[in-house]
């Protein structure tokens, strides 16, 4: 089983055909999509038939905070931009759509893999993973030996030895053996919204024989999507972002 997790999609059509295509070459043959399918992007509709068709093939699909901000689950302190894109991602949408997202779970479990959007601790609370301390709390929160997760837009490795929880920025392309003598939290960065700096999508790709993970970034057609953001009337920082991935 070779295992594509793919995260923070937001409706980004460009980049998540780009990562699947990418996946697919390397061999994937199951997938997990751990939240924030929409919110940002020009593409909702296309990417959730995307992400809907792999889902009735067994795909793993999560619940993040956008994907609850498009069906008018607002928080409190949320910035202008994304409450201007969540309330047009909430026009977009058909009813099929919504009641895809509302049945969206916050956690999977499958054997000794958990998946989650933020935090495996109080996931509805949307905690985001920023260092050791909340990846600590995240994996006392579950059994699971192998956590995988989005929501902070960075590519993150983080493991646990004896309690002590340290961090490591993956590069791109170089496996990973995830020892069975640690607990492991794998951020698999975003797929449609980087932030550190990188354009170039971000995802995993897990082989469930050798328990190797690679972390991925794949070029696509950001200027592209990017137009698309402009064109549809969404705020043109979100076009930026793409552009410059920050
Ligand atoms: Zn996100």
Redesign the pocket.
């Known amino acids: 089983m070779k295992l594509a997790i793919l995260s ?1 999609i ?1 409706a980004n059509l460009e980049a998540l055909t780009a990562c699947l295509a990418h996946a697919r070459r390397h061999g994937a043959d199951a997938w997990a999509f751990t939240g ?1 399918l929409v919110g940002y992007g020009a593409d909702p509709h296309a990417c959730l038939g995307i992400v809907r068709d792999l889902a009735a093939q067994g795909a793993i699909v999560l619940r ?1 905070n ?1 994907d609850d901000a498009a069906l008018g689950g607002l928080w409190p302190d949320m910035n202008p931009v994304s409450r201007e894109a969540a309330v047009w991602t909430r026009s977009r949408l058909g009813e099929a759509e919504r009641d895809f997202l509302a049945a969206l779970p916050y956690v999977v479990a499958r054997k000794d893999l958990l998946f989650v959007h933020a935090s495996a601790a109080q996931p509805e609370n949307w905690e985001y993973i920023v260092g050791p301390a909340a990846a600590a709390r995240c994996l006392a929160a579950t059994e699971a030996k192998i956590v995988f997760g ?2 902070v ?1 960075h590519p993150r490795l983080y493991f646990s030895a004896r309690g002590d929880v340290s961090a490591f920025v993956p590069r791109p392309g170089i496996a990973v053996p995830l020892s069975a003598g640690r607990r492991w939290l794998a951020l698999a960065g ?1 797929v449609g ?1 980087p932030r550190d700096g990188n354009p170039a999508a971000s995802y995993l790709l897990f082989d469930g024989v050798s328990r190797r993970l690679t972390f991925y970034r794949v070029a696509y057609d950001w200027l592209t999507a990017a137009a698309k953001i402009r064109a549809a009337g969404l705020p043109n920082t979100l076009a930026q972002r793409l552009e410059h991935g920050l």
């Open positions: 923070d937001h924030d993040g956008h989005g929501h837009h975003s919204q």
